[in-house]
Nanobody, 121 residues
Framework: QVQLVESGGGLVQPGGSLRLSCAAS????????MGWYRQAPGKQREWVAS???????NYAASVKDRFTISRDNAKNTMYLQMNSLKPEDTAVYYC???????????????WGQGTQVTVSS
């Protein structure tokens, strides 16, 4: 079993910052890629950013230069530093990880339950 738990969401004013965390636990042999997605009310889930096991990163155009994704492999934890937040960043943020489990040694995607980010004055 593998669990991903997000934390760090909340209410912030436009221009403010938040830092999200995603901690993976359970029967983990290794984690390859990790990423963040978000889903705003009435919209489809969209990719936000991703990071490989060696630290290479990619960002959606809408968040590039404002958000920073990172990970701590020793802690099986990923982060998303969000700066200069805008009302359009309001969404439920989900983390996803490509996990190879100890039992099967096969890779599967695991998702967290989501954390709400609301940007409003």
């Amino acid at each position: 079993q593998v669990q991903l738990v997000e934390s760090g969401g909340g209410l912030v004013q436009p221009g403010g910052s938040l830092r999200l965390s995603c901690a993976a636990s359970g029967s983990i042999f290794s984690i390859n890629g990790m990423g963040w997605y978000r889903q705003a009310p009435g919209k489809q889930r969209e990719w936000v950013a991703s990071v490989t096991s060696d630290g290479s990163t990619n960002y959606a155009a809408s968040v590039k230069d404002r958000f920073t994704i990172s990970r701590d492999n020793a802690k099986n934890t990923m982060y998303l530093q969000m700066n200069s937040l805008k009302p359009e960043d309001t969404a439920v943020y989900y983390c996803v990880a490509e996990v190879v489990t100890t039992m099967t040694r096969r890779q599967n995607d695991y998702w967290g339950q989501g954390t709400q980010v609301t940007v409003s004055s």
